[in-house]
């Protein structure tokens, strides 16, 4: 048995907690879970024996939903305070679960009835369901009206084979949405296919009916080539109304590399609920959202409890628990871009990394890092 001196890098600890490396990084940006050294070189995280109960509790309690600002209280804040955030909790837990039964049951009575519907190159294959949440996320990120008609190529959705994993991409250059899928298996590559709005979004509401999908790239003169795709159901049918055959579109996608790559080190990093977030900002009117985010607090219990105020238009500032760590700023968003990319999140907290007022911010669900979005910030006051 280890002794509680001992070290385990972060692969290593992350097996014996149950949590993944991307996680336990994540954790560490927002001051949770911070590694007991980092080899101040190599930048490697190690963890001590000791960790592992935070760590295994802190699991649990995102595995139970909880925003991050109230598993800090959990953790690290007066009992009684905690057991008021659990008790919470488990009351809006009940409420949602009895919604949703509400919704399905509804949606099961609708369906009852209906026919199920069946129906050199490279391929990969995927959950049905979780390439159309992909496309769910990504879609709205792509151009739509005059911006669509001036350049048809933001009207599109790139479906990309790369590195051995599915990417979904859009842009109307305001913002940049990012979805990376681990298919179970893939042949080929590297491919590229643009795909318009409406098709990736008939795309989507056949794939959600699979339980596998696979995706075929038609054979290109080079990596570079876009063509078109085509899907199959992973268990053999094929889509009764044509769907599984989706029309390449012509154009040159934008290099959303070169804009990841290029954006500035984060200087602040604010984690906030995602749906008061995005409620406070469709509640300005649509007039401009200003984020007052305050300066870093000397200790962690501070931190939890910081308030980010949301204001603009005639509607009255919002204060916002958050966990952020950096100095404090302001911040604007116009919130035609800023609330569809917080629709597009999953999960009950949001992550923004910002580098400054004027340059783009990451707009990522705190727990999914396959999903990014990078927004725009405007001149507000």
Same mark, same amino acid.
């Given at each position: 048995?280890?002794?509680?001196?001992?070290?385990?890098?972060?692969?290593?600890?992350?097996?014996?907690?149950?949590?993944?490396?991307?996680?336990?990084?994540f954790y560490d940006?927002?001051?949770?879970?911070?590694?007991?050294?980092?080899?101040?070189?190599?930048?490697?995280?190690?963890?001590?024996?000791?960790? #592992?109960? =935070? %760590?295994?509790?802190? @699991?649990?309690? !995102?595995?139970?939903?909880?925003?991050?600002?109230? &598993? *800090?209280?959990? /953790?690290?804040?007066?009992?009684?305070?905690?057991?008021? #955030?659990? =008790? %919470?909790?488990?009351? @809006?837990?009940? !409420?949602?679960?009895?919604?949703?039964?509400?919704? &399905? *049951?509804?949606? /099961?009575?609708?369906?009852?009835?209906?026919?199920?519907?069946?129906?050199?190159?490279?391929?990969? @294959?995927?959950?049905?369901?979780?390439?159309?949440?992909?496309v769910r996320q990504?879609?709205?990120?792509?151009?739509?009206?005059?911006?669509?008609?001036?350049?048809?190529?933001?009207?599109?959705?790139?479906?990309?084979?790369?590195?051995?994993?599915?990417?979904?991409?859009?842009?109307?250059?305001?913002?940049?949405?990012?979805?990376?899928?681990?298919?179970?298996?893939?042949?080929?590559?590297?491919?590229?296919?643009?795909?318009?709005?409406?098709?990736?979004?008939?795309?989507?509401?056949?794939?959600?009916?699979?339980?596998?999908?696979?995706?075929?790239?038609?054979?290109?003169?080079?990596?570079?080539?876009?063509?078109?795709?085509?899907?199959?159901?992973?268990?053999?049918?094929?889509?009764?109304?044509?769907?599984?055959?989706?029309?390449?579109?012509?154009?040159?996608?934008?290099?959303?590399?070169?804009?990841?790559?290029?954006?500035?080190?984060?200087?602040?990093?604010?984690?906030?609920?995602?749906?008061?977030?995005?409620?406070?900002?469709?509640?300005?009117?649509?007039?401009?959202?200003?984020?007052?985010?305050?300066?870093?607090?000397?200790?962690a219990a501070a931190?939890?409890?910081?308030?980010?105020?949301?204001?603009?238009?005639?509607?009255?500032?919002?204060?916002?628990?958050?966990?952020?760590?950096?100095?404090?700023?302001?911040?604007?968003?116009?919130?035609?871009?800023?609330?569809?990319?917080?629709?597009?999140?999953?999960?009950?907290?949001?992550?923004?990394?910002?580098?400054?007022?004027?340059?783009?911010?990451?707009?990522?669900?705190?727990?999914?890092?396959?999903?990014?979005?990078?927004?725009?910030?405007?001149?507000?006051?």
């Open positions: 048995m280890d002794d509680d001196g001992e070290l385990l890098g972060i692969g290593a600890f992350a097996r014996r907690v149950g949590l993944t490396p991307s996680a336990l990084r940006d927002c001051g949770v879970l911070r590694p007991d050294r980092v080899d101040a070189v190599t930048g490697y995280r190690r963890y001590g024996v000791g960790q #592992v109960a =935070r %760590a295994v509790r802190l @699991r649990q309690l !995102r595995s139970a939903g909880l925003p991050l600002v109230d &598993v *800090e209280t959990v /953790l690290d804040g007066p009992e009684e305070a905690a057991r008021d #955030v659990l =008790r %919470a909790h488990l009351e @809006r837990t009940r !409420r949602t679960v009895d919604e949703a039964r509400a919704v &399905v *049951e509804g949606l /099961l009575r609708e369906a009852s009835g209906r026919p199920v519907e069946h129906g050199a190159t490279a391929r990969a @294959r995927v959950g049905g369901p979780e390439l159309a949440s992909a990504v879609g709205p990120a792509a151009a739509a009206g005059a911006m669509a008609r001036e350049f048809p190529v933001l009207g599109c959705v790139l479906l990309e084979l790369t590195e051995g994993e599915v990417r979904l991409v859009a842009t109307d250059r305001y913002r940049l949405a990012v979805r990376v899928l681990r298919p179970e298996v893939f042949e080929g590559g590297p491919r590229r296919a643009l795909i318009s709005a409406d098709a990736a979004r008939r795309m989507a509401e056949w794939a959600v009916r699979q339980p596998t999908v696979e995706i075929e790239w038609g054979a290109a003169a080079d990596a570079s080539e876009l063509a078109g795709v085509r899907l199959r159901s992973g268990v053999g049918r094929r889509d009764a109304e044509g769907v599984g055959v989706v029309v390449g579109e012509p154009g040159e996608f934008p290099d959303y590399q070169l804009m990841l790559t290029g954006l500035a080190d984060t200087r602040q990093r604010v984690i906030v609920d995602r749906v008061a977030l995005r409620d406070a900002a469709t509640d300005r009117g649509g007039a401009v959202v200003s984020l007052a985010i305050p300066a870093e607090a000397e200790d931190a939890s409890d910081a308030a980010l105020e949301v204001s603009g238009g005639e509607a009255a500032p919002v204060r916002l628990r958050a966990v952020r760590t950096g100095p404090g700023l302001r911040i604007a968003f116009d919130p035609a871009v800023l609330v569809p990319a917080l629709e597009a999140g999953v999960g009950p907290d949001v992550l923004l990394e910002i580098a400054a007022p004027d340059q783009p911010v990451v707009v990522r669900s705190a727990d999914q890092g396959s999903f990014t979005t990078v927004v725009m910030p405007v001149r507000g006051s």
